[in-house]
């Protein structure tokens, strides 16, 4: 069994529907097939501004926001061209969560407050729209498929926006909803990103969850392999808008999947890896629009690679936060409180790095977040600050974390000094560094604007263009 994921660009038009029905059918052909869909390319970031325009006071315009959706899913299904009964069917489907819609927008004008757990409900409403209309084009296609809501199936916490799967009650409903349609040759069409508490709550699994809803259902279902079918030919050795020479890996190890895509890397959401590396299930990244092309195949171990880095990836627009002075050598428990601080103030930590002497410590955040956490550090190290214990904190905006990753680069000796060698080469001074006792990450930090110098420098000494 297969489990083949759809992003929103493979779905955002009729036509890249009907081709990926085409690529569900052959496949199911072969062996039963659980597909998983994004929304519609855009969709999701509509649904976030007309619920926050409701919220605001700008009913109006959350409306309008709306009626486009329905507009653009009612322009794709007259394109595909359906049987008149199934074309009258998904109208009406598409009319009844349009409606859903409109009222959810209209009771959070009313109220003036748009809570984690309304907006999950209302950014819910792409991938359900969006798995009616694959369903429907596989059934006119002459394959039986049917949308299936995750809502039924992926049960959840309540982290509302954030929401963290269950995996014995997700099992449980796995083979009580998908499990009966796979034995009966019908293809369940579900939803990405979304599932529900065990009160049947709607959540969402975080932006671009549809990865993650895929290895989920993968990992429930015991499946053979989890196809990630993107607009990309699999995972490269580099953003190529950075590295015209960037090239696509056949194979990866899932630590290094996994170090990419929390450093950056766009092509896996963060994720992913966890649920497939429960299960042993191979992950395979795809290009809907090349679909011939091999893409990348992401193991538990993979072959060694000609160098000993595999990929460098980067992350921008991050604040670096420094917090020093004498009175921190030696006094338990600075990090301890520094940490707990921003993670009260909901701020995600991204790197850290601490000199030895212990008369410093730096984190990494996203710089949007920067002032905020400035203020909490001030209040939480207020009475060290006013003994001289701690001078205070800097705070550098504008600046960006690289990550040079590979399972080659453990135990060999000299790649950090080759990699520091190509920095300084090329003029780049580094910030900060950090690296694993794994070994298979380097991550280091500096200006923004060097950011592009700097994977560049380091793609062309190792010759992962070659």
């Given at each position: ?419 520091f060698t190509a920095l300084a080469d090329d003029g780049i001074e580094v910030l900060a560094i950090a690296q694993g006792s794994s070994e298979l990450n380097l991550s280091f930090v500096v200006a923004g604007a060097q950011e592009d110098a700097a994977v560049r420098a380091i793609h062309h000494h190792f010759g992962l263009d070659?």
């Amino acid at each position: 069994m297969l489990v083949m994921k759809f992003g929103g660009t493979s779905v955002g038009s009729a036509a890249r529907i009907r081709e990926v029905a085409g690529l569900v059918q052959r496949t199911a052909a072969e062996e039963p097939v659980v597909v998983v869909v994004s929304a519609v390319s855009g969709v999701t970031d509509s649904l976030i501004a007309a619920a926050r325009q409701a919220a605001e006071g700008r009913r109006l315009q959350a409306i309008q926001h709306a009626i486009g959706i329905e507009q653009r899913h009612t322009e794709i299904l007259h394109a595909l061209d359906l049987p008149a009964e199934e074309q009258q069917s998904m109208a009406t489907e598409l009319r009844a969560l349009s409606g859903d819609l409109e009222n959810f927008i209209h009771s959070v004008g009313t109220l003036g407050e748009l809570t984690q757990r309304t907006l999950d409900y209302i950014s819910s409403m792409g991938e359900r729209m969006s798995c009616r209309l694959l369903a429907a084009t596989l059934r006119a296609a002459g394959q039986p498929a049917e949308a299936v809501d995750a809502t039924k199936v992926i049960v959840t916490d309540g982290n509302f926006g954030h929401a963290f799967p269950l995996m014995d009650p997700t099992r449980a409903q796995a083979e009580a909803v998908l499990a009966p349609r796979l034995r009966e040759g019908r293809v369940p069409v579900v939803t990405g990103f979304i599932g529900a508490t065990e009160s049947g709550i709607v959540t969402t699994l975080g932006r671009g969850g549809s990865d993650y809803s895929a290895a989920i259902l993968g990992s429930a279902l015991g499946a053979r392999e989890v196809v990630i079918w993107t607009d990309v030919d699999g995972v490269m050795t580099a953003n190529p808008r950075v590295v015209h020479g960037a090239r696509t890996l056949p194979h990866m190890s899932y630590l290094e999947a996994a170090e990419m895509s929390y450093f950056g890397a766009k092509v896996l959401h963060p994720k992913t890896i966890a649920p497939a590396v429960e299960g042993g299930i191979p992950v395979r990244i795809k290009n809907t629009f090349a679909p011939d092309a091999p893409g990348t195949l992401i193991t538990a171990e993979a072959p060694p690679a000609d160098t000993p880095i595999r990929a460098i990836t980067a992350i921008s627009r991050l604040a670096l936060l420094t917090l020093q002075g004498k009175g921190m050598v030696g006094l338990p428990g600075v990090a301890a409180r520094l940490f707990s601080t921003i993670a009260q103030e909901q701020i995600n930590v991204l790197m850290i790095s601490q000199s030895s002497s212990e008369y410093n410590i730096c984190v990494l955040i996203e710089e949007a977040y920067a002032a905020q956490a400035q203020a909490a550090i001030e209040r939480q190290f207020a009475l060290e600050q006013s003994q001289g214990l701690i001078e205070g904190q800097t705070v550098r905006s504008g600046v960006s974390i690289v990550a040079v990753i590979g399972a080659g680069m453990r135990g060999k000796p000299g790649v950090t000094g080759q990699i520091f060698t190509a920095l300084a080469d090329d003029g780049i001074e580094v910030l900060a560094i950090a690296q694993g006792s794994s070994e298979l990450n380097l991550s280091f930090v500096v200006a923004g604007a060097q950011e592009d110098a700097a994977v560049r420098a380091i793609h062309h000494h190792f010759g992962l263009d070659r």
